[in-house]
């Protein structure tokens, strides 16, 4: 078939011959016009169980490097069938691979997943954002970064002045949301409770 050879050839675009953290090579990286197995490549052989009447591949079981060409190839090539399960899953990837769900949300004008992966990211270094990041993403994720930490340090700053006058939630638990970001957001009914408008900085957007 004309399209999935086309597809054939231009695969290996997605395919990285590391994570952008430098953990090692995950898939070799071959000529797929010269190599007859590349078709039972994890990457290839996922896309072409969407491609035909076949079922659809599981994408949890799926390694985040492979499942990530995928995402990649799916968008280039206007997979619909594969988007919504590629959706679903990198929501539940960004608390693992924040930067690189974010990397792929802001390039594929994905904002409700930006936002979140984003979010997820504000314990990170900026070191590994800047090995990660494209230079577009990376310029509007540190004005982000910055925003969110002041207004972090702020509701610190606020809760030791007024506590315990007007805050009820504890300033030891407030610091460790501070230190790690993530908690921010697993703990946040608690952390709202009764003082919604102290906390209105976690809904800050990367993308509007």
Not at 78 to 97: G, H, S
Not at 200 to 206: R, T
Request: proline share 7%; glycine share 2%.
């Amino acid at each position: 078939m004309a399209w999935s050879s086309k597809f054939i050839a231009n695969i290996w675009k997605f395919i990285p011959m590391s994570l952008p953290t430098g953990s090692g090579p995950l898939i070799p990286r071959m000529d797929p016009t010269k190599s007859s197995s590349f078709r039972r490549t994890p990457l290839c052989s996922n896309f072409f169980q969407y491609m035909y009447r076949q079922p659809q591949p599981n994408l949890q079981d799926v390694e985040f490097p492979v499942f990530a060409g995928l995402a990649e190839a799916a968008e280039k090539y206007v997979m619909y069938a594969a988007l919504p399960a590629i959706m679903i899953k990198m929501e539940d990837c960004a608390a693992k691979y924040p930067l690189e769900v974010l990397n792929y949300a802001a390039r594929h004008d994905h904002k409700a997943l930006a936002n979140h992966a984003a979010r997820m990211s504000m314990a990170l270094p900026v070191a590994q954002a800047v090995a990660i990041l494209s230079p577009d993403t990376l310029a509007k994720w540190a004005m982000f970064y910055d925003q969110w930490h002041a207004r972090a340090r702020n509701l610190l700053a606020s809760c030791i002045e007024n506590q315990p006058r007007n805050v009820v939630v504890a300033i030891a638990e407030i610091n460790r949301c501070v230190r790690d970001p993530k908690l921010c957001y697993t703990t946040r009914a608690r952390l709202t409770y009764s003082h919604t408008n102290l906390f209105a900085f976690l809904d800050s957007e990367f993308m509007t």
